[in-house]
């Protein structure tokens, strides 16, 4: 009797560790911070209103899901978040939110190890 719920809770924890991996490594992929390098801005407006942000990958691959927004001095960081996966995103990427940061000075992309690229105004 024993053997048999040894085998059965062997099986149990292999099965559940099969279905959480690749569950666990595809939420990790979806929230990566890409690349400077591998960011392509094409349209960046600023108003008192409203800030929005246009652009893509070079790489052909990486889809978009999100960013993070941070403030300081009069000056924006975004980082902008994708994966490789084929799951869900889009090619390009078109954010836009509300302005309620009052006057904005720069803008910069924000990468890995807070490396920094300025976006606006054109540098």
Do not use: C
């Amino acid at each position: 009797m024993s053997m048999r719920l040894d085998r059965k809770y062997i099986t149990i924890v292999f099965t559940v560790a099969i279905i959480a991996f690749p569950i666990i490594i595809g939420f990790y992929m979806l929230n990566k911070v890409v690349d400077l390098e591998e960011i392509m801005v094409t349209k960046t407006q600023v108003s008192p209103e409203l800030v929005t942000i246009q652009g893509g990958f070079g790489d052909s691959i990486r889809k978009y899901h999100g960013y993070n927004i941070t403030h300081h001095d009069h000056s924006l960081f975004i980082q902008i978040k994708g994966s490789k996966l084929p799951i869900g995103g889009h090619k390009d990427f078109n954010i836009s939110f509300s302005n309620t940061y009052g006057n904005i000075d720069e803008i910069y992309l924000l990468g890995h190890d807070n490396a920094k690229r300025k976006i606006w105004p054109n540098p």
